[in-house]
């Protein structure tokens, strides 16, 4: 404790022992963090211990300036007390759920014909949440699902006082249209609860109204209602069968596990409502002093503030959960069971989670290995390095006019949009493929020797032989001729090499092929989408020169001042007459009209 300040000393010292918080500030009276702890004294000073800490702690340590302390009766009270600071806070080193955008939740709003959206905030109300989900993407994904089968409006609009045109979704049958009072509100509303049931796991109750559904619509010889329906409980039995997991019907059931590297590590939850898992959530966390006891406090925060809690948590030997038990009687006013299986079905349930976060850690740990095509490539290509970064060029034209060229760049095998680039071709005239070639590749690579930039692992021409000793002629000049340098034909498919005119045949259904044609087709889109803006704006610009009394300066001018064509066509005589003279403003309403 050598290097505390005199102040922050004596603080130490005197503290109780006793439960309650204790807040961390820095020396501008920022607060860093908010902490609980069941004896004062001994948790607040273990901060300030030559003990091993994790490098965000090491740093909040640093900072701190002040502290203060809030005595309770009890480590629960504390530890409620603990969650409202950080909820009303959020102070910078509390990383655990520190504010209320931390996961997303999907709402259904209450409306006149209610939505299903994404929302980060918990704000009280009438609004039904569900969640947290782990991700965004999961839950647009669950979103898009619903949107799709349950007919529930994806549109912002304000609907009950007006009518609307109905938009695409009415007509690709994703949606009854509320918005044209197509659909009564009552009916609406059933397909919101089908909705509501979806999202709380509850396929049973959801496949017992839909049959029923089903049947009276098939009563009425509503045949393509009926179908609907049908179609509806498929995926509904579909999404519940691979996910039943025990024939007991625990009705609201926790399965928690956690795997940690080092003062990182992830937690998976398992959701089991009436044998079935409704929802597999795995969070990334950062631990702050031992694993095990963390998990407790990191549950304790996500189940305090969580929409659907369950009756039964389910973990792991080690993770000390009384006092979560304990707060959520407190807050909840009912049990939380918490159990440490040591046979039987709920052990196997662990294992399962157990098994289950070790493969979702392999399959994240394989994202960061090596692409199988660049593995690959550099095997049939006899690079001594593996081509990691792959710049591809191709030439784009109309009959020779309009020359442009595109270059993609791809890291890893996937594309690195940030370092596209597009050319003009300046010094060719006519359909010459060949020297366009020559020309972009010489510009790109000299201007990476002089800006003193890395060059790319492997450089691809989209063509045969004659663009590709083009494109090594210039490589040649420039000290490069011994660099990585391939063509790709487009008939066959075959890959060329300079050091001789026999292609190298890649299989079509070898990965390196596969992503050698990725690249080749990504560089021709992003070529065409440049010629065709380049062959529009020129029309632009011909349509202009065609008027008498106008040359390239008052076409520059009117260009700046009204923005495109479009609009000088739209703009009335005076407004052209401010920019070009009245005279001027009679011709050009006289071609463009």
């Known amino acids: 404790m050598a290097n505390i300040a005199e102040s922050l ?6 503290l109780p022992i006793s ?9 501008k009276s920022k607060l860093l963090y908010v902490g609980k702890a069941r004896n004062l004294r001994a948790r607040v000073r273990s901060y300030f211990q030559n003990t091993p800490k994790g490098p965000r702690i090491e740093r909040m340590v640093a900072k701190i300036a002040k502290l203060e302390i809030v005595i309770t009766r009890t480590e629960a009270e504390a530890l409620l007390l603990e969650n409202s600071f950080i909820k009303n806070n959020k102070p910078h080193f509390n990383v655990m759920l520190r504010d209320d955008k931390t996961y997303p939740y999907i709402k259904i709003t209450d409306e006149p014909y ?16 569900f969640g947290p989900y782990p991700s965004a993407r999961a839950a647009r994904q669950t979103i898009r699902l619903i949107h799709q089968h349950f007919k529930v409006r994806s549109c912002d609009l304000a609907l009950g006082q007006k009518s609307y045109r ?10 009854e249209a509320p918005c044209d009072f ?15 049931l979806f999202l709380a796991g509850k396929q049973d109750d959801l496949i017992q109204e839909i049959s029923n559904q089903m049947q009276a619509a098939a009563a009425d010889l509503a045949f393509e209602r009926a179908a609907y329906f049908r179609d509806l409980l498929g995926l509904v039995t579909r999404v519940q069968n691979p996910q039943k997991v ?31 898992i409704v929802r597999s959530s795995q969070f990334k966390v950062e631990w702050e002093d031992d694993p095990h006891s963390d998990l407790g406090k990191w549950l304790t925060h996500y189940y305090l503030n969580h929409e659907d809690p369950p009756d039964e948590l389910v973990v792991p030997e080690g993770a000390g959960l009384e006092l979560l038990s304990q707060a959520f009687s407190e807050t909840r006013g009912r049990k939380l069971q918490v159990t440490v299986p040591q046979r039987g079905t709920k052990k196997r349930l662990l294992a399962m989670a157990d098994e289950t976060i070790r493969a979702n850690l392999e399959l994240q740990a394989a994202e960061h290995e090596e692409h199988p095509g660049v593995v690959q490539l550099a095997d049939v290509l006899s690079l001594h390095a593996l081509p990691k970064r792959m710049e591809c060029f191709d030439i784009s034209n109309t009959q020779g006019t309009l020359s442009v060229a595109s270059m993609v760049s791809f890291l890893d095998g996937k594309p690195d949009k940030k370092n596209y680039r597009k050319f003009n071709i300046k010094t060719v005239e006519g359909p010459n493929d060949f020297a366009s070639m020559a020309e972009v590749v010489g510009r790109r690579y000299r201007r990476l020797l002089d800006e003193g930039k890395a060059l790319p692992d492997l450089i691809i021409v989209d063509g045969g032989l004659g663009q590709l000793h083009a494109a090594h002629e210039v490589l040649c000049d420039l000290g490069l001729g011994d660099h990585p340098l391939i063509g790709l034909a487009k008939r066959e498919e075959w890959v060329y090499r300079t050091a001789d005119n026999e292609p190298i045949i890649i299989p079509h259904h070898e990965p390196a092929l596969r992503m050698l044609q990725h690249i080749r087709n990504e560089a021709h889109r992003f070529g065409i989408t440049f010629h065709r803006s380049k062959r529009a704006k020129n029309m632009v610009k011909s349509a202009l020169e ?6 390239p300066a008052r076409i520059k001018k009117l260009l700046n001042h009204f923005g495109s064509v479009k609009r000088i ?14 005279k001027i403003a009679e011709n050009i309403r006289q071609v463009l009209k």
Do not use: N
């Not at 000393?9 to 005197?14: F, G, P, W």
């Open 9 to 14: 000393r004596k603080q130490l010292e005197e």
């Open 19 to 27: 439960p309650g918080v204790y807040l961390f500030s820095d020396a």
């Open 114 to 129: 209610p939505r299903v959206v994404l929302t980060r905030r918990r704000k009280k109300g009438s609004d039904t949440l």
């Open 166 to 175: 109905p938009c695409l979704q009415y007509h690709i049958k994703r949606c």
């Open 182 to 196: 197509r659909v009564a509100e009552g009916e609406y509303q059933k397909g919101v609860d089908r909705a509501a």
């Open 246 to 276: 025990t024939s007991l019907q625990y009705q609201r059931l926790d399965v928690v596990t956690t795997s940690a590297d080092g003062w990182k590590g992830v937690v998976l939850i398992m959701a089991i409502r009436a044998g079935s």
């Open 546 to 551: 065609e008027i008498p009394g106008l040359g």
């Open 569 to 582: 066509r739209d703009a009335d005589p005076q407004q052209l007459s401010q920019v070009v003279g009245p």
